[in-house]
T-cell receptor, first 115, second 113 residues
Framework: AQKITQTQPGMFVQEKEAVTLDCTYDTSDPSYGLFWYKQPSSGEMIFLIY??????QNATEGRYSLNFQKARKSANLVISASQLGDSAMYFC????????????FGKGTRLSVIA | GAGVSQTPSNKVTEKGKYVELRCDPI?????LYWYRQSLGQGPEFLIY????????DSGLPNDRFFAVRPEGSVSTLKIQRTERGDSAVYLC???????????FGPGTRLLVL
């Protein structure tokens, strides 16, 4: 079974600053994917970034980067140059590929960007 | 292109009634997933379709919940004899295949009075 832990219920960041949202995971599968989704108040889950367990380099997508530390089983999301529109819930999720398992989500972190 | 669409966006019903929630996935996506999100929680898996067949329905909470995808595209989640505890946001997602990124629809907010 897979498990995702997000220990920060809420985070504040000043506009234009960088922020790190923590995510640790647990799985016995050797092959898996890690994902981050953003959920604004409108409710839609927006895909941000993906990291495969065998990827050698950390994933980046624009202002988003994933700090993947396999030995520590962590997959932290780094948002650079925060914007007011980044205020939302952020969910870390994983899927184990051996059984094509569905996504398992953490409880989320609410990010508030302050002007 | 068009994303995942879900109808209705909101549904209010009375305890004991039957409801149907519809999901229209991204064109060409063979994998379709249903999740349920309760207030303050992350989404929880309900059922996964690969094509027309339910490949994994281990997340369905009980036999009041059922889902179909008869032609391998649109899916309907059906809830019989609704209970107040069924109130949640029901999210649908699709992907090109099971190992690809899942893209979510806007969800259906179900309120059972």
């Amino acid at each position: 079974a897979q498990k995702i832990t997000q220990t920060q219920p809420g985070m504040f960041v000043q506009e234009k600053e960088a922020v790190t949202l923590d995510c640790t995971y647990d799985t016995s599968d050797p092959s898996y994917g890690l994902f981050w989704y953003k959920q604004p108040s409108s409710g839609e889950m927006i895909f941000l970034i993906y990291q495969g367990s065998y990827d050698q380099q950390n994933a980046t997508e624009g202002r988003y980067s994933l700090n993947f530390q396999k030995a520590r089983k962590s997959a932290n999301l780094v948002i650079s140059a925060s914007q007011l529109g980044d205020s939302a819930m952020y969910f870390c999720a994983m899927s184990a590929y051996s059984g094509n398992t569905p996504l398992v989500f953490g409880k989320g972190t609410r990010l508030s960007v302050i002007a | 292109g068009a994303g995942v669409s879900q109808t209705p966006s909101n549904k209010v019903t009375e305890k004991g009634k039957y409801v149907e929630l519809r999901c229209d996935p991204i064109s060409g996506h063979t994998a379709l997933y249903w999740y349920r999100q309760s207030l303050g929680q992350g989404p929880e898996f309900l059922i996964y379709f690969q094509g027309t067949g339910a490949a994994d329905d281990s997340g369905l909470p009980n036999d009041r919940f059922f889902a179909v995808r008869p032609e391998g595209s649109v899916s309907t989640l059906k809830i019989q004899r609704t209970e107040r505890g069924d109130s949640a946001v029901y999210l649908c997602a699709s992907s090109k295949d099971p190992r690809e990124t899942q893209y979510f629809g806007p969800g259906t907010r179900l309120l059972v009075l």
